[in-house]
């Protein structure tokens, strides 16, 4: 087992709006990821938060008649309480606008401006600039449209012209070209990587890290009227979160470089240019890896508040229950692709893999323990090839979870999993238990044995994907927590005979789809 400390982040969102299932569906697959992490014996960090400074605030507040403060407060809160409806288990919730944070960012900025004889210098940008990305852009990036320019991601762009800091990105380019190189895994899944490297190979130009038209921003150390731009802010928060600038403390020491950063496709470039050029010219070790998720859908549509189909993740979990919709993502989006929601869909994938599949073979053979072996964990006799063959795929199923898990592949390694349940509703139904009660009693306790221990070591990754539920199965078959590993889970037969059980209950009620 290795104990090696692992550090993962979300992005951190700006809070110019209510949260949505974007969001949601980031924080949940961190969140599987973090928790397998644990389950594996791993001390684990775990950051979120929310971004808020930057023009988008600015104009956001001003629209709504709020400060770009109480706009940050209200919905900075929303955030957290996602987090809070979601069960994530995030270590630590990070606001950009704290104080700590403030002084991580002037941190590196000076850091920045003293290496390689000044990586930052001043200059004149004059450019596009999109808002809504809060990103700059090339004349040839853009797309005309009556008489106006957007962005890639179809938003608005305006002209900018104002004397602001430059950072030196195009000396970082064979150095980026070399960090991808030598580490093969920087950047996933492998298209992504295919993507960036290209984008680099084509040549990177300096790029404008200040901004002087407004104040909504991390002041610029000895630079009165400039404030950061907001992504070099923004991206300081993974290491504003172990302690930066205190680089001896000992969560400085323990967890950087981050081992993961989860974000959306449509960040990347940040992530995997700007972010680890940053950190080389500050002289602060690279993060190791950043895994690009997909974009959600809903109904085949994109989400946007002019067609009226935002999904609200709090309702969802009101409706569904937290862990219905955890899974749902989980087990139904192929992580590093785009994805859809459709209530529907999300009612039919809980109904069969969770009620129909675990639950039913978690409620089926305790009840029969309960009824017929005296509520008490039933001694197992000799193992026919059957048991040894059912015993034997439920170590595969979790090998394969694991080796899934290792890439962030969560979708398979849920499907590996709920492939294992549905081999053991066969062989449960195959040995037919009920039968067995008056032909062959000690059979019965064995067939109902090696069910329940199945239970047990598939109920454990579970942990990662539907901890509330997962847990009360766990409970019920007198699981202690320090049992509770992956390590145990891999290891047949470690429920212990003769253990008195609870009464069972149904962990997993199914779905009816709600009229509209
Ligand atoms: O980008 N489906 O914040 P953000 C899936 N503040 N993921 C989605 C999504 C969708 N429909 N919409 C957004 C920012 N996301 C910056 C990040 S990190 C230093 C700064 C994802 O609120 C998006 O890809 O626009 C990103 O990873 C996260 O939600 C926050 O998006």
Not at 37 to 55: A, C, P
Not at 87 to 103: A, L, P, Y
Not at 341 to 357: E, I, P, Q, T
Not at 476 to 501: C, H
Request: aromatic share 10%.
């Amino acid at each position: 087992m290795t104990t090696k400390p692992f550090y993962v982040t979300t992005a951190i969102s700006y809070p110019n709006g209510a949260p949505h299932i974007g969001h949601a569906y980031e924080m949940i697959a961190t969140d599987a990821i973090a928790r397998w992490k644990r389950l594996e014996g791993r001390e684990v960090y775990f950051l979120t938060g929310t971004d808020e400074h930057g023009i988008k605030m600015v104009q956001t507040a001003a629209a709504q008649g709020v400060t770009p403060r109480e706009l940050a407060d209200r919905n900075s809160a929303e955030f957290r309480r996602l987090a809070e409806a979601l069960n994530i288990s995030n270590d630590d919730f990070i606001r950009t606008t704290e104080q700590r944070h403030h002084q991580s960012s002037q941190a590196i900025w000076k850091k920045m401006a003293a290496s390689n004889n000044g990586d930052i210098f001043q200059s004149t940008y004059k450019g596009w600039y999109s808002v809504r990305d809060e990103a700059y852009f090339d004349e040839d990036e853009l797309t005309d449209k009556d008489g106006k320019k957007f962005a890639p991601s179809g938003a608005e762009v305006t002209w900018v012209e104002e004397p602001t800091y430059f950072f030196r990105l195009s000396a970082y380019q064979q150095k980026l070209l070399d960090l991808y190189e030598s580490n093969p895994d920087f950047i996933a899944p492998k298209e992504r990587r295919n993507e960036i490297i290209s984008f680099v190979k084509g040549g990177l130009q300096d790029l404008s890290i200040s901004r002087t038209t407004f104040d909504w921003g991390i002041p610029v150390p000895d630079a009165p009227g400039h404030v950061m731009y907001v992504w070099v802010d923004a991206l300081t928060n993974y290491i504003t979160g172990v302690g930066f600038p205190d680089e001896a403390s000992e969560l400085f020491r323990k967890f950087w470089p981050a081992d993961l950063h989860v974000i959306g496709k449509d960040i990347i470039r940040f992530h995997t240019v700007y972010w680890p050029a940053f950190l080389m010219s500050a002289g602060i070790a690279v993060q190791h890896r950043v895994f690009a998720h997909g974009f959600l859908t809903v109904n085949g549509q994109k989400m946007s508040k002019s067609l009226g189909n935002v999904i609200d993740p709090f309702e969802l979990v009101e409706e569904f229950g937290v862990d219905a919709a955890r899974y749902f993502f989980l087990r139904e989006v192929s992580f590093g692709n785009d994805g859809d929601y459709s209530h529907d869909k999300l009612v039919l994938r809980v109904n069969a893999d969770l009620a129909n599949n675990l639950g039913n073979l978690a409620q089926r053979s305790l009840s029969m323990i309960n009824k017929n072996c005296d509520a008490k964990v039933p001694q197992p006799g000799p193992l026919t090839d059957a048991d040894q063959a059912m015993i034997d795929e439920v170590g595969q199923a979790i090998d394969a979870a694991q080796k899934a898990m290792d890439e962030q592949l969560v979708h398979e390694a849920t499907g590996a999993i709920i492939a294992a349940l549905s081999s053991a509703n066969n062989y449960f139904a195959g040995q037919e238990p009920w039968a067995l009660k008056k032909t062959d009693p000690e059979r019965m306790a064995t067939v109902l044995y090696v069910t329940a221990d199945t239970v047990r070591r598939l109920a454990i990754p579970m942990l990662a994907f539907v901890p509330g539920s997962a847990a009360r199965l766990l409970d019920q078959l007198g699981i202690e927590e320090a049992d509770r590993t992956l390590s145990a889970s891999k290891e047949p037969a470690r429920l212990k005979p003769m253990l008195a059980l609870p009464v069972p209950q149904g962990v997993f009620a199914r779905l009816e789809r709600k009229a509209e």
